[in-house]
């Protein structure tokens, strides 16, 4: 296995998992010598733990059945009670017969009242006092366990960075390498060299980012939060009744007859999606354009996949012959060709270039792929030297998480989730480059130098600055009247070295419910008007001044928390907000 390159990446990847769950608890291992942890000692605890959790659990069990015999014994003597009311007044009465039935049954509820009521308060209740007073002091007993197993793990719950997930994944595919944060540079380097549009309108904020570069080639993964506004349709009910005279002579009657109105009416509503997706920079083919759609073709079998091609192919022979101006020349790979679907590419020359035969194989296992990945789950663009990839997989998938993520006061389900995680992280990623890893010539082609500017606008892009709000929380920022979610976005007001001054606008809308009566005619040959309630969704927008203050040293951002009044901290941006006022 080549650590410089990787030629077939669906092939590759079972090896790669099985070194990346080496390094990843290997190195959960250091962490833990490190810490030095009692492993054995917060075994102890959590078997403890768990016999007093079971032990309570089973007095909650006894507790439950004290109870249901309380209701049914409550139950009788509710009946027992009644029963003795018609006795007595049975028996009291000059027209009821007085008879042996009626006395049994005066006697009967009394003994029932009686043995019910002692049973409740003299045998049920202190025996479900005895068991509660038990089940607090065993409550008590775990909490303190609890502590004492957090105790055991304090060191080593202190040492997760989530900086150590991306340094795992580089360690594993040293191919590709992750930057500390999208910098400024980086987003010149894709702005300048790549043609990449960083320009975003207030319809979009970026909830996670992590760049990097594969080869020297810029990649970022993004987060986004789209807005869109558009329209909801609201509907009104209104229920009519009248009468009608019906038949004639003796069949003539009245009849009521009833009817419900329908109304509806259109209004402007905001719409919110989020979506991950990989950009990456190569200077490979760069006039070369295209773009694919998911197609799902993995959902097939290997028979219906032949048929598939089979019958496509021809297909594609005769819109390629018909679309003289595409000028488009099938490869002789059919399956390729039916399969990936790129019949919108513009340069055959860069086409046949980037997908060689080994890269039209890697694409064809990739698509069909059920055991190691996730098939052909992607879309895939190309416009000039800018890749989009954009897969279903990694859409629900927890990029930004934080180290509180890894926080356990059991070693062992610590270790278990803190692999389980790397492991996911890993398989989601890699197939996330796998559609870039699947074309050799991107692995080979290094970009030309680039020559930063002189002067660079921020220390960190603002790419990097919406993420960090993101997480702070938009609740944090938004309007008081804001009933929507927010986007959140970005300015540089001042930077000095690594000191940032942003402002940051929350844009969301107040919700007002409002009604509107429509007109609509009703089989009783009257007009009425149906109520329709809808919501007015009104802009709103509140601005904040923050200061983020970027470090590389993370004692020295626990020291200055201490003795400032700093907001928030981000574990792999190493950075610290401050909340400010404008006047500042």
């Known amino acids: 296995m080549d650590k410089d390159f990787i030629y077939k990446p669906v092939d590759e990847y079972k090896e790669y998992a099985r070194l990346h769950q080496e390094n990843v608890s290997q190195y959960f291992d250091e962490l833990t010598k490190k810490a030095n942890t009692d492993t054995v000692a917060n075994e102890s605890t959590v078997k403890k733990i768990r016999a007093l959790e079971k032990e309570n659990e089973n007095i909650h069990k006894e507790q439950s059945r004290y109870q249901i015999w309380k209701v049914i014994l409550w139950i009788l003597v509710a009946i027992a009670i ?47 006092n005895l068991l509660e007073a038990k089940s607090q002091k065993l409550e008590q007993e775990i909490a303190n366990e609890y502590r004492n197993a957090y105790e055991q793990m304090g060191s080593l719950n202190a040492l997760f960075s989530i900086e150590a997930v991306a340094k795992l994944f580089e360690k594993t595919i040293p191919l590709i390498d992750f930057d500390k944060l999208f910098s400024q540079k980086t987003l010149e380097f894709l702005k300048t060299s790549f043609g990449f549009d960083d320009e975003t309108d207030n319809d979009q904020s970026t909830l996670y980012v992590q760049s990097g570069h594969l080869n020297g080639n810029p990649f970022a993964i993004f987060k986004n939060l789209y807005h869109v506004l558009g329209t909801k349709t609201y509907v009104g009910t209104k229920t009519i009744s009248w009468t009608e005279t019906i038949g004639s002579g003796k069949d003539r009657r009245v009849v009521t007859r009833t009817q419900t109105l329908t109304a509806s009416l259109e209004k402007p ?156 992280y890993f398989r989601q990623v890699y197939f996330t480059f796998a559609p870039i ?52 976005k970005t300015k540089l007001v001042n ?89 500042d």
């Not at 002692?118 to 209740?125: A, E, G, M, N, R």
């Not at 954009?390 to 930004?400: A, C, E, V």
């Open 495 to 583: 930077i000095n070295n690594k000191l940032e001054d942003i402002e940051v606008t929350a844009y969301g809308y107040d919700v007002i419910q409002r009604v509107t009566y429509i007109s609509k005619a009703g089989g009783d040959g009257r007009i009425h008007e149906v109520p329709v309630y809808w919501d007015e969704y009104i802009p709103v927008e509140q601005a904040n001044h923050i200061q983020i203050d970027f470090f590389d040293d993370l004692d020295k951002i626990q020291e200055m928390m201490r003795e400032q009044d700093f907001q928030g901290i981000l574990d792999r941006n190493m950075c610290l907000v401050k909340f400010r006022s404008k006047e």
């Open 82 to 128: 009644f029963a003795l009311i018609a006795a007595f007044y049975l028996l009291l009465s000059d027209s009821a017969v007085k008879t042996l039935t009626l006395v049994l049954m005066f006697v009967i509820s009394i003994i029932v009242i009686v043995g019910g009521l002692l049973l409740i308060y003299k045998v049920i209740k202190p025996k479900y």
């Open 437 to 488: 890893l699947c074309i050799p010539l991107y692995q080979h082609h290094s970009p030309h130098e680039y020559v930063y500017k002189d002067v660079v606008e921020s220390y960190s892009s603002f790419f990097e600055d919406e993420m960090i709000v993101n997480n702070l929380g938009e609740e944090k920022f938004s309007h008081p009247d804001s009933k929507t979610r927010n986007i959140l």
């Open 269 to 424: 509503c905001p719409y919110y999606s989020e979506q991950t997706h990989l950009v990456y920079g190569n200077e490979a083919a760069p006039d070369l354009s295209f773009h694919r759609k998911q197609g799902y073709n993995h959902r097939l079998s290997p028979k219906r996949i032949e048929r598939k091609v089979r019958s496509d192919i021809e297909d594609l022979k005769d819109k390629t012959e018909d679309d003289i101006q595409k000028s488009i020349t099938l490869l002789g790979n059919d399956k390729f060709e039916v399969l990936f679907r790129a019949l919108n590419r513009d340069h055959e020359v860069q086409f046949r270039l980037l997908f060689t035969p080994l890269a039209q194989q890697n694409m064809i296992d990739l698509l069909l792929d059920k055991d190691q990945g996730f098939g052909d789950d992607f879309a895939f663009a190309k416009k000039n030297k800018l890749n989009f990839v954009s897969p279903d997989h990694i859409q629900g998938f927890k990029l930004n998480i934080t180290p509180k993520y890894f926080v356990d006061y059991d070693y062992q389900n610590c270790k278990q989730k803190f692999i389980k995680y790397n492991m996911e």
